[in-house]
C-alpha cells in the first residue's frame, strides 16, 4: 500500500490537528441544505465582499429553486464561492460554476434533490481564484474522519492549504443489492462511504457498483421511510443489504383525488396497484392487475374472445337497473375506460372503496372510483426502456365430447337398452363407425395461438422540463382460427416550470384496437356437431341419401340427415363469417397551475377522450344463417366524447402540532354519446359490409344521441394534530342535466376519523405493535348513471289502420316521472392497520356496512293510466362485509428472500325492500326481498328418479332416470303458479368470498413469483349444458363425455338418462362455479451490475412466465370464471411467455 506522509509542523499547530480531529468535534452529517440556516458564529467568518460561504451559497439556491440540495459539513466546511453565481440562471449550470472549482459536482436523485459528490476520487481540484480561498476555523484543515480515526487521509481532497500530501489512493471495487424486508429492491437508495463524499445511488434494481479506499471502509446505506444501516466493507465484493422500515409506509403517497396524501395520514379504504404489480403477470386489460390483488373488488373476465375486458365491482352490486362499474379517473379525466390502456403506461391504479374516500366524487362515486396515473418523465439524461415478450397460447382446460364410440352406444344401444328408438345414422356415418373414426370438430377450428407485446419508450428532461413518449403494439391470436386482437398505443407527455411561480404539462394517449371474433357459429357448431360426421363433400359415402352440397369442397352438412348444425369449417371461413370490432380512442389532458404563496396552489385542467367505435357483422351465402341465401350484414358505429373542466385549489399550511390542507373544486362535465346502425339483406357480394347500399332489402335503420351534463362544486379539509389525530371532511354538491327541477341538485358529505395508536406511548411501551392505526368514516355518495331521458316521457313509431288503409304515426313509449332522483349509498366504515415484527407482517383490515336507497326499479301502476309501470325510485339493496389485506415477509436473509401478500374479500348482499309497496317476491326478474341480487330461482334438484321409485315416480308423472326435484308442500304436484310455486331461491351469481394469493421469491439474480386466486360461492345455470349441447334426451348433437348419465344398468343419481321425460331438467343445470385457479408463474434473471456496466445499461431482465396452467373447479362449463355458450366466444388457453426488460 501506498504511504501517506506530513511535512514538518509546529507543536502548536499538531495539537490544534489532533484536537480539530477527535470524533466529537468532527462528527458528520448528513443535511438537507434548505433546512439549515448558517449561525450567527458562522457568519462573523471574514470573507471579501463579492464571495460568500459555499454553504451559504447552496442554501440560497435550495430556497430559490424549491429544492433539497444534499450535502456533508465536512465536503464545503470553509468553502468560498462568488456570490453573483447566486444570481439568475438555471440552477444546473450555477450548480456546476459553484462545485467545480472546489473538485465537486453534483448527482441528481429526483425531481426535487440533489446530492453534491466529488468531482473524481483521485482528480485534483481545479485552480481557480478561490483555490485559496478555503478558510476554516481557528485555521484549523478540514480533514476526514478517516484521518481522525486512522491516522491517513483517505477523502479525494489532495491539497488542504498545502498541509498535507496526498498520492494516488488505491480502490475496491464493491457491488451490490439493495432491499426492503420484503425482498423488493429499493431503487435510488445513497450508499455513502462513511466519512467521505465518496457515493453511489442504487439503479432501477437496487443494484450499485462503488470504488472504496479499503477493507475497512464502512459503507453507509440510506433510503427515505427506512432505517439507515451501515457495514464494514471487510473482505467481501459483493453486498446484500436489507434496510428495515423506519415507519410502515410512511412516505408512500396515494392518490386521493384531486390530490395526493400521504398513506401515513390516509382516514379512508384506499387500496393502491402500483407499476410493478401491473406489469407483473402481463394482462393484456390493465383490470386483470386488480383481480386477486385489491381486497374488496371483485373482477371477472366476460368472455375467453382475445382483447376481452373485465367486469369490475367494488364491494358489491349497489344497483339493479343501472351499472355497477367504478368510475375511472384517467389523469384527471372521469369516465375513461381501463380496457383501451396499455398496462405498461400506467404507473399507479388507486381504488377508492369507502364512500367517505369516493364522496369526493359525490354523484358518480357510489360504485367505487379507480384512479389511474400514467407513467410521466423524470429529470435527468434520456432513458430509454424496452420490454418485449413473445409466446404461444394454447386450447387448455376444454371440456372433453364423446367420440364415435361413446356417441354411438349413447344414441343408439343405450335407447335401445332403455325401450326407444335408436338413432338414424347415414352411410357416411356408418362407415365413420365401421371404422371406428372420430372426427374431432373442435380440433379442426382451434389451434395454437401467438400472443407478442413491444413496448418502447424514452424519458427524460431537465430541472424545469420533463417529458416522456412511448408506443406500443400488442398482437393475441385466438384459438379459434382466423380469430384474433390487435392495439396499437401512443403516449406523450411533458411538464414545464415556467419561472418560479407557473407549471404547465400536458399527457395524450391514442389507442387503436381492433377484435375479429371470426364467426359467432363456428366454434359452437364444432362442439354440437356429431363425431361420425365427414369433413369433405368427396369423402362421403353417399352425397344425394342426406342431399348434402358441395361447398368449396366442404361437405355442408357433414354426411349427416340432421341439419340444425353446419360444417363448422365453413363458418370459420372469413370470407363466409365475419364479426369486427374496431375501436379508436384518444384521451387528452392539459393543465396550468400557479403557485403565488407557499403551500398555496390553484390548477386548471381540461381533459377531452374521444372514442369511436364500429363494429361489422356479415353472413355469406353458405354460413349457417343463410345455407344459399344472399349475403347480409350490419354495421354498427357509436361515437362517445367526454370533456371534464377542473378547476382546483389547494392550500397546506403547518403551524405547531397542527397540520392543515384544504382543497377547493369546481368541475363541469359533459358527455355525447352518438351511435347509428343499419341492417341490410340480399346482398350481390360476399365481401364485408362496405357496400350496403346496393342490398335489395334494408331490414332496419336506427340512430339515437344521447347528451348529459354535471356542474359540481366540491371542498375537502384534512387535519393533522400531533401526526397522531386525523380528520378528513369532504362535501360535494352537483348538478344533473338529466334530472327534473327541484331534483338536480344533490349534497354528498362525508367524514373520516383515524388515530395513530402505535404513536402513543402507551402502545409502544408494549413492543408488540410496529405500526397500529385506527379509522372510522362516514360517507354519501350517488349514483348518475340514471338514463337521461327517464324524467320524459317518450314517443314511438307505430303503424294503424286508418279507414282500410295502414297508416304510420306515434304514441307514447312511456310514462315519464319528474319525481325521479339519485340512487344513494351511505355507508359506515371502520379500518385497522396494524404491523407485528418490524412490520414483517402487516396488515389491513376493513369492516363496512353500505345501505343504498332509492334504487330505479320499474314500479306497476293502475292501468288506468294508459301504462302498466313506470320508472320510480322504491328499492334498497344492503352490501355489508369484510375485507383484509395481509403482506408477510416469510425469509429476509442476504441472498434470498420469500414474500406473500394475501387479499381476502367476502362481501353479503341483500335486497331490503322492492317497489316499495310490500311486496317481496318478483320472481319475472328474480327479486327476493332478504336475498342476494342476481338469484337462481328455480326447483331444487333432488337426484334422480330410480327403478326402486317407479311408483313413487308415477305419481308426478315421471319415470326412472327423470330429474327429481323437491315438492315443497308436500302435496303430491310440483307446481309453478303465483298461488303454489315449488319454486325455491337456490343461490346467487355474486361470489361469497374471494381469494388472491401473490408469491414473490428471489435468490441472487433470480426471481420467481406465482399467483393463486380461490372464488367461493357463485352458481351458475351452466349455459354449456343449457345452451350448447341440448337434450341428452335427443340425437342431434354430440355432448360431454364426462357426465355420469343415467342407465338401468348405472343407477346414477347426477345426470338424467337417454329415454326420461324431463319437465325439470333446468333444475339439474345450476352448478357451483367456485374455482381454484395457479397463474402468472414467473421465472426471471436479471444481469449482475457488472455486466450491465459493460453494455451500458442501467437494467436487464429475462424471463419465461405461464398463465392459466391450472384451473379446478366442480363447474362443468367451459369456464367457471364465467358462464358462457360458447356463442361469439373463444376456447380457455393457456400461454408460455418469454420476455425481456431493458433500459438504458
Known amino acids: 500500500m501506498k504511504q501517506y506522509f506530513t511535512r514538518r509542523l509546529p507543536l502548536s499547530t499538531l495539537i490544534m490537528v489532533l484536537l480539530a480531529c477527535h470524533p466529537m468535534m468532527m462528527a458528520q452529517s448528513l443535511a438537507f441544505a434548505h433546512q439549515n440556516k448558517p449561525s450567527n458564529i458562522e457568519a462573523r467568518e471574514t470573507a471579501p465582499s463579492s464571495t460568500t460561504r459555499l454553504k451559504d451559497a447552496l442554501n440560497e439556491l435550495s430556497q430559490q429553486h424549491q429544492v433539497s440540495i444534499i450535502f456533508e459539513d465536512v465536503t464545503v466546511r470553509g468553502l468560498l464561492a462568488n456570490a453573483s453565481v447566486t444570481k439568475g440562471g438555471k440552477l444546473e449550470i450555477r450548480l456546476d460554476k459553484l462545485l467545480k472549482p472546489h473538485g465537486l459536482t453534483f448527482q441528481k436523485v429526483n425531481k426535487n434533490a440533489y446530492v453534491v459528490v466529488p468531482l473524481s476520487?483521485?482528480?485534483?481540484?481545479?485552480?481557480?481564484?478561490?483555490?485559496?480561498?478555503?478558510t476554516n476555523d481557528n485555521n484549523v484543515p478540514a480533514l476526514s474522519n478517516n484521518l481522525q480515526e486512522k491516522g491517513n487521509l483517505h477523502s479525494n481532497t489532495i491539497e488542504v492549504n498545502d498541509l498535507l500530501v496526498a498520492e494516488e489512493i488505491p480502490v475496491k471495487?464493491?457491488?451490490?443489492?439493495?432491499?426492503?424486508?420484503?425482498?423488493?429492491?429499493?431503487?435510488?437508495?445513497?450508499?455513502?462511504?462513511?466519512?467521505?463524499?465518496?457515493?453511489?445511488?442504487?439503479?432501477?434494481?437496487?443494484e450499485f457498483s462503488l470504488d472504496v479506499p479499503d477493507e475497512n471502509s464502512i459503507l453507509v446505506f440510506s433510503f427515505?421511510?427506512?432505517?439507515?444501516?451501515?457495514?464494514?466493507?471487510?473482505?467481501?465484493?459483493?453486498?446484500?443489504?436489507?434496510?428495515?422500515?423506519?415507519?410502515?409506509?410512511?412516505?408512500?403517497v396515494v392518490v386521493v383525488g384531486y390530490g395526493e396524501i400521504k398513506k401515513s395520514d390516509l382516514t379512508g379504504a384506499v387500496a393502491s396497484v402500483q407499476t410493478k404489480d401491473i406489469v407483473r403477470g402481463n394482462p393484456i386489460i390493465a383490470a386483470k392487475a386488480i383481480q386477486g390483488q385489491v381486497a374488496g373488488a371483485t373482477v371477472t373476465k366476460l368472455n375467453n374472445k382475445p382483447g376481452t375486458g373485465y367486469s369490475i365491482t367494488i364491494r358489491g352490486e349497489n344497483t339493479i337497473n343501472n351499472s355497477t362499474e367504478p368510475l375511472v379517473v384517467i389523469d384527471g379525466l372521469m369516465g375513461g375506460n381501463i380496457n383501451n390502456l396499455n398496462p405498461n403506461d400506467i404507473q399507479s391504479m388507486d381504488i377508492l372503496k369507502d364512500a367517505s374516500s369516493t364522496a369526493i366524487y359525490g354523484s358518480r362515486g357510489a360504485n367505487g372510483v379507480i384512479i389511474i396515473t400514467t407513467k410521466k418523465g423524470v429529470s435527468g439524461k434520456p432513458r430509454v426502456s424496452y420490454d418485449s415478450y413473445i409466446g404461444v397460447k394454447n386450447p387448455a382446460h376444454l371440456p372433453e365430447l364423446m367420440n364415435t364410440e361413446q356417441f354411438y352406444k349413447s344414441i343408439y344401444t343405450d335407447?335401445?337398452?332403455?325401450?326407444?328408438?335408436?338413432?338414424?345414422?347415414?352411410?357416411?356415418?356408418?362407415?365413420?363407425?365401421?371404422?371406428?373414426?372420430?372426427?374431432?370438430?373442435?380440433?379442426?377450428?382451434?389451434?395454437?395461438?401467438?400472443?407478442?407485446?413491444?413496448?418502447?419508450?424514452?424519458?427524460?428532461?431537465?430541472?424545469?422540463?420533463?417529458?416522456?413518449?412511448?408506443?406500443?403494439?400488442?398482437?393475441?391470436?385466438?384459438?379459434?382460427?382466423?380469430?384474433?386482437?390487435?392495439?396499437?398505443?401512443?403516449?406523450?407527455?411533458?411538464?414545464?416550470?415556467?419561472?418560479?411561480?407557473?407549471?404547465?404539462?400536458?399527457?395524450?394517449?391514442?389507442?387503436?384496437?381492433?377484435?375479429?371474433?371470426?364467426?359467432?357459429?363456428?366454434?359452437?357448431?364444432?362442439?354440437?356437431?356429431?363425431?361420425?360426421?365427414?369433413?369433405?363433400?368427396?369423402?362421403?359415402a353417399n352425397p344425394s341419401e342426406n342431399s348434402d352440397l358441395n361447398v368449396n369442397g366442404y361437405a355442408f352438412w357433414m354426411g349427416i340427415n340432421d341439419k340444425q348444425v353446419g360444417n363448422p369449417l365453413l363458418?370459420?371461413?372469413?370470407?363466409?363469417?365475419?364479426?369486427?370490432?374496431?375501436?379508436?380512442?384518444?384521451?387528452?389532458?392539459?393543465?396550468?397551475?400557479?403557485?403565488?404563496?407557499?403551500?398555496?396552489s390553484i390548477r386548471s385542467s381540461i381533459s377531452a377522450s374521444y372514442t369511436s367505435e364500429r363494429a361489422g357483422d356479415f353472413r355469406g351465402r353458405w354460413s349457417k344463417s343463410q345455407i344459399g341465401a344472399k349475403p347480409r350484414a350490419q354495421y354498427d358505429n357509436r361515437t362517445l366524447a367526454n370533456y371534464t373542466l377542473d378547476n382546483i385549489i389547494n392550500y397546506n399550511v403547518d403551524f405547531g402540532r397542527h397540520k392543515l390542507a384544504f382543497t377547493g373544486l369546481q368541475s363541469a362535465f359533459y358527455q355525447r354519446n352518438e351511435a347509428y346502425s343499419i341492417f341490410v339483406r340480399d346482398l350481390p357480394y360476399d365481401s364485408d359490409w362496405y357496400a350496403?347500399?346496393?342490398?335489395?332489402?334494408?331490414?332496419?335503420?336506427?340512430?339515437?344521441?344521447?347528451?348529459?351534463?354535471?356542474?359540481?362544486?366540491?371542498?375537502?379539509?384534512?387535519?393533522?394534530?400531533?401526526?397522531?389525530?386525523?380528520?378528513?371532511?369532504?362535501?360535494?354538491?352537483?348538478?344533473?342535466?338529466q334530472l327534473s327541477e327541484g331534483n338536480k341538485w344533490a349534497f354528498?358529505?362525508?367524514?373520516?376519523?383515524?388515530?395513530?395508536?402505535?404513536?402513543?406511548?402507551?402502545?409502544?411501551?408494549?413492543?408488540?405493535?410496529?405500526?397500529?392505526?385506527?379509522?372510522?368514516?362516514?360517507?354519501?355518495?350517488?349514483?348518475?348513471?340514471?338514463?337521461?331521458?327517464?324524467?320524459?316521457?317518450?314517443?314511438l313509431n307505430t303503424g294503424y289502420d286508418f279507414d282500410g288503409t295502414p297508416a304510420f304515426g306515434f304514441a307514447p313509449a312511456n310514462l315519464g316521472n319528474k319525481d325521479l332522483r339519485w340512487e344513494r349509498s351511505n355507508e359506515l366504515n371502520l379500518g385497522i392497520d396494524f404491523g407485528f415484527f418490524k412490520n414483517r407482517i402487516a396488515a389491513s383490515l376493513e369492516l363496512y356496512n353500505r345501505k343504498t336507497v332509492d334504487l330505479i326499479l320499474s314500479q306497476k301502476i293502475p292501468t288506468v293510466t294508459g301504462f302498466s309501470q313506470v320508472i320510480a325510485n322504491v328499492g334498497q339493496i344492503e352490501n355489508k362485509g369484510i375485507e383484509l389485506t395481509l403482506r408477510t415477509t416469510n425469509i429476509a436473509a442476504k441472498n434470498f428472500g420469500w414474500n406473500t401478500t394475501f387479499a381476502f374479500t367476502k362481501n353479503n348482499n341483500k335486497l331490503l325492500q322492492l317497489y316499495g309497496d310490500g311486496q317481496k317476491v318478483d320472481k319475472g326478474n328474480r327479486l327476493f326481498v332478504g336475498y342476494p341480487i342476481r338469484a337462481n330461482f328455480d326447483y331444487e334438484f333432488d337426484g334422480i328418479w330410480q327403478t326402486v321409485d317407479k311408483d313413487q315416480a308415477a305419481k308426478y308423472k315421471q319415470v326412472p332416470g327423470s330429474v327429481r326435484v323437491v315438492d315443497q308442500n308436500n302435496d303430491g304436484v310440483i307446481s309453478s303458479t303465483d298461488a303454489i310455486d315449488d319454486r325455491v331461491y337456490l343461490g346467487t351469481q355474486l361470489p361469497n368470498w374471494i381469494l388472491g394469493v401473490t408469491n414473490r421469491l428471489n435468490f441472487k439474480q433470480f426471481d420467481f413469483s406465482f399467483f393463486v386466486y380461490y372464488r367461493d360461492g357463485v352458481q351458475y345455470n351452466n349455459s354449456t349444458l343449457s345452451g350448447?349441447?341440448?337434450?341428452?334426451?335427443?340425437?342431434?348433437?354430440?355432448?360431454?363425455?364426462?357426465?355420469?348419465?343415467?342407465?338401468?344398468?348405472?343407477?346414477?343419481?347426477?345426470?338424467?338418462?337417454?329415454?326420461?321425460?324431463?319437465?325439470?331438467?333446468?333444475?339439474?343445470?345450476?352448478?357451483?362455479?367456485?374455482?381454484?385457479?395457479?397463474?402468472?408463474?414467473?421465472?426471471?434473471?436479471?444481469?449482475?451490475?457488472?455486466?450491465?456496466?459493460?453494455?451500458?445499461?442501467?437494467?436487464a431482465r429475462f424471463y419465461g412466465q405461464v398463465i392459466n396452467p391450472y384451473v379446478t373447479s366442480k363447474f362443468t362449463g367451459f369456464d367457471p370464471e364465467f358462464n358462457s355458450a360458447i356463442f361469439q366466444d373463444d376456447v380457455p388457453s393457456m400461454t408460455l411467455l418469454f420476455g425481456v426488460n431493458i433500459s438504458f
Not at 121 to 134: G, Y
Not at 434 to 452: E, I, S, Y
Not at 773 to 791: A, C, D, F, I, W
Open 224 to 252: 427515505t421511510g427506512f432505517l439507515t444501516q451501515e457495514v464494514v466493507v471487510g473482505n467481501q465484493t459483493n453486498i446484500a443489504i436489507i434496510l428495515k422500515q423506519d415507519d410502515l409506509l410512511l412516505n408512500e
Open 121 to 134: 476520487t483521485t482528480k485534483k481540484p481545479e485552480k481557480s481564484s478561490q483555490d485559496n480561498s478555503r
Open 571 to 600: 363458418d370459420i371461413d372469413p370470407t363466409v363469417s365475419k364479426l369486427q370490432t374496431t375501436t379508436a380512442s384518444v384521451i387528452s389532458n392539459a393543465y396550468v397551475e400557479v403557485t403565488p404563496l407557499k403551500g398555496l
Open 415 to 540: 335407447r335401445v337398452l332403455e325401450g326407444v328408438t335408436g338413432a338414424s345414422f347415414t352411410a357416411a356415418e356408418r362407415a365413420n363407425i365401421d371404422a371406428n373414426h372420430t372426427t374431432d370438430w373442435v380440433d379442426l377450428v382451434t389451434g395454437p395461438g401467438m400472443q407478442m407485446s413491444q413496448n418502447l419508450s424514452i424519458s427524460g428532461g431537465s430541472e424545469k422540463t420533463t417529458y416522456r413518449f412511448s408506443g406500443g403494439f400488442l398482437n393475441e391470436d385466438g384459438n379459434v382460427l382466423y380469430t384474433g386482437f390487435k392495439r396499437y398505443n401512443l403516449n406523450a407527455g411533458l411538464d414545464s416550470k415556467i419561472g418560479r411561480y407557473f407549471k404547465v404539462g400536458f399527457t395524450s394517449y391514442v389507442s387503436y384496437g381492433d377484435i375479429n371474433v371470426g364467426s359467432g357459429e363456428s366454434l359452437r357448431n364444432a362442439y354440437r356437431a356429431r363425431p361420425t360426421g365427414t369433413v369433405y363433400y368427396d369423402d362421403l
Open 748 to 795: 354528498f358529505p362525508s367524514v373520516a376519523v383515524a388515530w395513530r395508536l402505535g404513536d402513543e406511548p402507551f402502545i409502544d411501551n408494549l413492543n408488540l405493535f410496529s405500526n397500529l392505526k385506527l379509522r372510522l368514516s362516514y360517507g354519501e355518495v350517488g349514483n348518475s348513471t340514471v338514463n337521461p331521458y327517464s324524467t320524459q316521457a317518450g314517443l
Open 1028 to 1099: 350448447t349441447f341440448g337434450e341428452v334426451t335427443g340425437t342431434r348433437y354430440n355432448r360431454l363425455a364426462s357426465l355420469d348419465y343415467w342407465r338401468s344398468d348405472n343407477p346414477s343419481n347426477t345426470y338424467f338418462g337417454v329415454a326420461a321425460a324431463n319437465p325439470y331438467r333446468s333444475a339439474i343445470n345450476y352448478q357451483d362455479a367456485s374455482f381454484l385457479r395457479i397463474s402468472d408463474i414467473t421465472l426471471g434473471y436479471t444481469l449482475p451490475q457488472a455486466v450491465m456496466d459493460k453494455l451500458k445499461m442501467s437494467s
Open 692 to 737: 350496403l347500399n346496393t342490398a335489395a332489402t334494408i331490414g332496419s335503420i336506427g340512430s339515437s344521441l344521447v347528451e348529459r351534463s354535471i356542474l359540481s362544486f366540491m371542498g375537502r379539509v384534512n387535519y393533522s394534530f400531533n401526526d397522531k389525530y386525523l380528520l378528513t371532511v369532504t362535501g360535494r354538491s352537483d348538478g344533473a342535466s
Open 173 to 206: 471495487v464493491i457491488t451490490g443489492t439493495v432491499t426492503d424486508e420484503t425482498g423488493e429492491r429499493l431503487p435510488g437508495t445513497n450508499v455513502l462511504v462513511k466519512g467521505t463524499t465518496v457515493g453511489a445511488i442504487t439503479d432501477v434494481n437496487g
